[in-house]
């Protein structure tokens, strides 16, 4: 079977205004698709924007608002492939019950609010983003690493009930991204060096190549269900 063309299709990128979004935006408006990024910062979207070209469109949105998900996906009506990469880190130390809740709005929730309200056109996909501590939690982030764990299962159970739509979730390893830039530039450059030297690979990730994967995901029509492990050989 022929891979799903991209070009002229309806793209949704939430999360789309930085690393792995934008560089999945990126590569979907260079495919030909009409491409819409989302995230809370009209001056990150914007910029973006710019720097994606291709008439990227930029929405204003907050995954943490369950109505906002509906009213953007409402007024954008049929989609083809949405792919939801919004997240941030909470303040470093042990998470408050209110930061769960706000992670688990922000990551778990929000995939709910969209499953719920996306119109999707014929080979049409959704694919969810996690990370590795939702397979092997580092120590101290249970809850966080839980929300994820239960985005990994839900990304499975919403390729039964939203089918033909395919669902996959992207599960990506340390990468060299703007979500690191709480730490000075030379630290980060050092952890980021640090983690790479430890891979087989050679190298810490790069958001285009996590990009890749979530392509791959909106483009394979016999990809479902799936729960992508990329982290250069890391888990190994
Ligand atoms: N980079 C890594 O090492 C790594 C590894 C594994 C997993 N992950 C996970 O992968 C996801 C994407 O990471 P990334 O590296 O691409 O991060 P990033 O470069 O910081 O980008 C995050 C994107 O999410 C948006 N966002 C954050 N909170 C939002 C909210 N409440 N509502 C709407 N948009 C929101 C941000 O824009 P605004 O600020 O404008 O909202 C931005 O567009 C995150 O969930 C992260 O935890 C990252």
Do not use: Y
Request: glycine share 12%.
């Amino acid at each position: 079977m022929a891979v799903v063309s991209l070009d002229g299709a309806r793209v949704l990128v939430i999360g789309g205004s930085s690393g792995f979004g934008e560089a999945t935006a990126a590569r979907a408006a260079a495919e030909g698709a009409q491409v819409t990024i989302a995230s809370r910062s009209e001056d990150k979207l914007h910029a973006a924007a710019s720097r994606i070209g291709h008439q990227c469109q930029t929405a204003a949105v907050d995954v943490r608002d369950g109505d906002a998900i509906a009213a953007l996906l409402a007024r954008l009506g049929t989609v083809d492939h949405i792919v939801l990469s919004a997240g941030e880190l909470p303040p470093p130390g042990p998470l408050s019950l209110e930061h769960m809740h706000e992670q688990a709005n922000a990551r778990f929730w929000s995939v709910i609010h969209v499953a719920r309200n996306a119109t999707f056109g014929p080979n049409g996909s959704l694919t969810l983003v996690t990370g590795a501590a939702t397979l092997r939690p580092p120590k101290g982030m249970a809850a966080l690493s839980a929300i994820g764990a239960a985005v990994n299962a839900l990304s499975r159970g919403l390729a039964q009930d939203l089918a033909p739509v395919r669902v996959n979730t992207v599960i990506p390893g340390a990468a060299d991204t703007p979500l690191w830039d709480m730490l000075p530039a030379d630290k980060k450059a050092e952890r980021m060096e640090q983690i790479g030297r430890g891979l087989p690979v050679g190298r810490v990730g790069q958001a285009d190549d996590v990009a890749l994967q979530i392509i791959a995901c909106m483009v394979n029509p016999f990809m479902t269900g799936s729960l992508v492990v990329l982290d250069g050989g890391g888990s190994i």
